[in-house]
């Protein structure tokens, strides 16, 4: 019996910068993804979060499972500058991560800059 396709969350195990963004995705790696992405050091992962969407704690599982290596999380959080809830906050400062909300484009420049420095970063973009 052979298998179908398998379906699986989009993962890019490594670090990246973005290359492009806008038009609903992202480029990085010689690669394109449609959707939110969460920038991480264990990788790049598809992100289930669109403009708009609740800034919920439990959409961050991921970022506090790579929390070890992640000093500053820069939260792209769309068009525009979106505050993050008190609950998300204290639940990053509870493991040592600083996070700093600033609209999508800013947060890939910064994120850009602070990985080419080699800055324990981390990003939870928001397509725009």
Do not use: C
Not at 42 to 61: H, N, Q
Not at 93 to 113: C, E, L, W
């Amino acid at each position: 019996m052979t298998k179908g396709i398998e379906f699986r969350k989009a993962h890019f195990p490594g670090r990246a910068q973005v290359d492009a963004y806008g038009n609903g995705g992202f480029r990085f790696a010689d690669m394109s993804h449609r959707g939110s992405v969460l920038m991480l050091p264990s990788g790049v992962y598809g992100w289930e979060m669109t403009e708009g969407d609740p800034l919920d704690p439990a959409l961050f599982r991921r970022v506090i499972e790579d929390a070890a290596d992640i000093e500053v999380l820069l939260v792209g959080t769309g068009k525009e500058i979106r505050p993050l809830p008190v609950a998300l906050k204290e639940m990053l400062k509870a493991h040592n991560i600083a996070s700093d909300p600033m609209s999508t484009g800013a947060a890939v420049r910064t994120f850009n800059i602070m990985l080419a420095e080699s800055r324990a970063v981390a990003a939870a973009l928001i397509a725009v």
